[in-house]
């Protein structure tokens, strides 16, 4: 299977997406004393990392997929935050969530 298959890419958007279920989630576990969501949580944490590993197994590149992971986590998880929470959103937070996400593309080319 060649690197940048439709299936890793699938994969890896599926990864990314569980994830980002399991950052958003984390407030409605009340400190991991709710049950349910908990192991909601659990399952996408545990699930997440497993199709991470499948994909880096079939030989796509490292190099490549840690930094596009700690770039869309982030975005995602507080573009969640402040639609489905209500968080505030303040230029200076943009531009420096912005602004980190640029430097983590540029150091991933050198």
């Known amino acids: 299977m060649s690197a940048l298959s439709l299936s890793n890419v699938l994969t890896f958007a599926g990864s990314m997406a569980l994830q980002l279920a399991m950052i958003c ?3 409605m576990t009340r400190g991991y004393t709710s049950l ?6 659990l399952v ?4 997440g990392f497993w199709l991470f590993a499948r994909v880096l197994e079939s030989g796509a590149p490292l190099g490549m997929l840690i ?13 969640v935050g402040v639609i489905a929470y209500d968080e505030p959103m303040s230029w200076t937070r943009g531009g420096l ?12 080319r050198f």
């Open 97 to 108: 969530l912005l602004a980190s996400a640029g430097l983590v593309g540029l150091a991933s």
């Open 44 to 47: 996408c944490m545990n699930v």
């Open 25 to 27: 989630l984390l407030p």
């Open 67 to 79: 930094p596009v992971s700690a770039t869309m986590i982030p975005l995602g998880a507080i573009a």
């Open 36 to 41: 349910l969501p908990t192991l909601v949580v």
